[in-house]
């Protein structure tokens, strides 16, 4: 199985500035062939590193180099440079792409205008090392290269997302990965509502049973546990075992692969010609925005009230005072009442509800950060759900409880409506 390495370059991936999407984006494309990844870095603009990166690269034998970032026309772009002096190649121009690039300027109306710093500038964006053969750039100026040197074969990209995902997509797979071996199928179970121990331990013993035939994989995050499924043996059928799966899962699974939550939940709305009104307190409108994020949204999607204080709960939901000061606008009294209400309001067959304490403060001992409850109104009846998140992140808790809320409609539109 032949080996990948991706090299990023850059001084903004390692300060933060900038999110490294190219390499994982990378590394999901590379999945679908047997190629092996055995190294993937974040590299500053710092010649010894990116040296001393190439240097480990060639004595390991990695097939292919994938380096990134660091085409630009300005001082601190040293990517060819490098290279140049590490692979002992001196930099040409590309004429072609060079060309292309002062006809494109000239259509824009700089080019008569165009000093001896742009003509500069448009030069180093033309140049490869001699010897390597130029990867086109259809979106941007930087062009790429591909060359081969000891036993490894190199891709130079601009960091650009959009640039390099095109021309990877475009030039870097049809004519040198295409034909390497395709990698056995993968599947993604998604699963949520329970955790990582207990999922396993209802699948451990399919998991022992077919070890030698699959390689399984248990993925937990916040909102979630997936389980991936990579077939080892090709005799075996990927389909046979994840219905055998099923089976043990049951009603955790809602989708496989890509799939996520919200979307589902859409099309089981749209498939049982339902409507659904929101009232939300403590994820001040994410549920909404998820649902609205869909196409066809407008089918089933009425309308919401973002509930945060206690006089926006009475006044426009309805809950009464003497609910909210005994039991607390986090309690299952109160999530109940909004759920029935905002459907009644609205007029629609469901009416979900959520309150919670989201964090970092506004936690008891009673009530802790990370504690909410779900109400939801279907079918003439009213029901809750308390859920306890152990985790202090305000951001993480609305994520998870956003999440909850959206389980808890698609279990109950299952039990009501399938």
Not at 68 to 85: E, N, R, V
Not at 104 to 110: D, G, P, R
Not at 251 to 278: P, Q
Not at 310 to 327: G, T
Request: charged share 20%; with cysteine.
């Amino acid at each position: 199985m032949k080996t990948v390495a991706i090299i990023a370059i850059g001084d903004e991936l390692l300060n933060g500035f900038t999110i490294d999407s190219n390499s994982h984006w990378l590394k999901e494309c590379i999945h679908n062939f047997k190629l092996s990844i055995c190294r993937s870095v974040n590299i500053p603009d710092n010649e010894k590193l990116i040296m001393s990166e190439l240097d480990f690269c060639i004595k390991n034998n990695i097939d292919y180099i994938f380096i990134s970032g660091g085409l630009g026309p300005t001082h601190d772009d040293i990517t060819k440079d490098t290279l140049s002096l590490f692979l002992k190649l001196p930099i040409v121009i590309n004429d072609v792409h060079l060309s292309l690039l002062k006809k494109k300027f000239s259509k824009l109306k700089i080019q008569e205008k165009m000093n001896n710093s742009a003509e500069s500038m448009l030069s180093s964006q033309a140049e490869i090392l001699e010897g390597f053969d130029p990867i086109p750039n259809k979106i941007g100026t930087a062009l790429g290269m591909t060359g081969e040197y000891a036993n490894s074969r190199f891709f130079v990209l601009p960091g650009v997302p959009k640039e390099y995902k095109d021309m990877i997509t475009n030039h870097v797979i049809p004519y040198f990965i295409s034909s390497e071996p395709r990698s056995n199928p993968l599947l993604t179970i998604k699963t949520t509502g329970i955790t990582e121990s207990s999922l396993f331990d209802i699948i451990k013993q399919i998991i022992y049973n077919n070890k030698n035939k699959f390689k399984f994989s248990i993925l937990p995050h916040f909102t979630g546990v997936n389980i991936r499924i990579a077939q080892i043996d090709n005799d075996s059928c990927l389909d046979e075992i994840k219905n055998e799966l099923l089976k043990k899962i049951g009603k955790f699974c809602y989708g496989y692969n890509d799939d996520l939550l919200e979307k589902e939940v859409c099309k089981m709305m749209l498939n049982h010609d339902l409507t659904i009104s929101v009232a939300e307190s403590c994820t001040g409108g994410l549920i909404s925005k998820q649902l609205t994020d869909n196409p066809g949204s407008s089918n089933f999607i009425v309308g919401g009230v973002i509930a945060y204080s206690n006089d926006i709960k009475n006044k426009f939901l309805h809950v009464p005072e003497y609910i909210l000061s005994q039991y607390g606008a986090v309690s299952s009294n109160v999530a109940e009442i909004m759920a029935e209400n905002v459907a009644t309001l609205y007029e629609t067959d469901i009416g979900l509800s959520i309150t919670g304490i989201a964090g970092p403060t506004g936690g008891s001992a009673d009530k802790p950060i990370g504690l909410y409850y779900v109400g939801i109104f279907i079918k003439g009846q009213v029901h809750s759900e308390m859920y306890q998140s152990k985790i202090n992140d305000r951001k993480i808790n609305r994520e998870i409880s956003s999440m909850t809320a959206l389980n808890l409609l698609r279990l109950k539109i299952k039990e009501n409506y399938e």
